[in-house]
């Protein structure tokens, strides 16, 4: 038994860490029903977290007078406007191979050498308000986990076809590769906002081309 040690009334390998636990029959079947107990817990908040979610959207809707309020996913868009978005662009001299500066060590010493410059630029993007089904009161962490865990089929709606969350340098790459590619429309920067007046969060969209906003996703005007 050189190779076991004994730990209680059983002998266990010397390689197992002394912390191991080690369970009689009765200690698994234990466990093993609290863990199901647990699971069954779970289950049961999540139904009920998504029953309360749903009487949430609907009680929105009908505040609103969105018709049919059971069907309705409760996201409008207010407005929706182009927006200048400025961001840095490159400015090469002329006849340099940019591809031998394409690391940002490279390009640093293009910068030194005064091969590159960087100058202000803009592009004509898209603005656009939606407003959310969920309460301003609500805090930003749950909203924005609930809203951006619902995006995928909203977004499609508005003909999105990409979400790339993109800022300073990355810009001039996201709209030159729009120019190239026009039928994209790209999500790449979003800002929440709780709107205590209308008593709703409500989040700006910024698109690289306007939205498709149907009649489902319109305020009731009636």
Known sequence: MEWCRKQGSVYVPMDVPADFIILSREEY????????????????????????????????????????????????????????EKYMADN?????????????EKRQNAICQGLLTRKPAVAVTWRTLLQTPYDASLPFSSVRYQVEGEWEKVLLD?????????????????FTESKDK?????????????????????????????????????????
């Open 29 to 84: 079947e234990e466990q093993k029903a609290a863990l199901r107990d647990v699971a069954s817990q779970m289950v049961n908040e999540q139904n009920l977290n998504c029953n309360l979610l749903r009487i949430m959207r609907e009680r929105a809707n009908a505040r609103r007078h969105l018709r049919p309020k059971k069907k309705r996913d409760g996201y409008i868009v207010l407005a929706s406007r182009p927006w200048r």
């Open 92 to 104: 090469w001299l002329p006849d340099v191979k940019r591809e031998h500066y394409e690391t940002p």
């Open 158 to 174: 508005f003909s999105v076809t990409a979400i790339e969350p993109t800022e300073g340098n990355d810009l001039e790459r996201l």
């Open 182 to 222: 026009s039928f994209q429309c790209v999500l790449y920067k979003w800002i929440y906002k709780a709107n205590f007046r209308s008593g709703f969060w409500e989040v700006e969209l910024f698109s690289t081309s306007d939205l498709t906003v149907t009649e489902a996703h319109r305020p009731d005007v009636t």
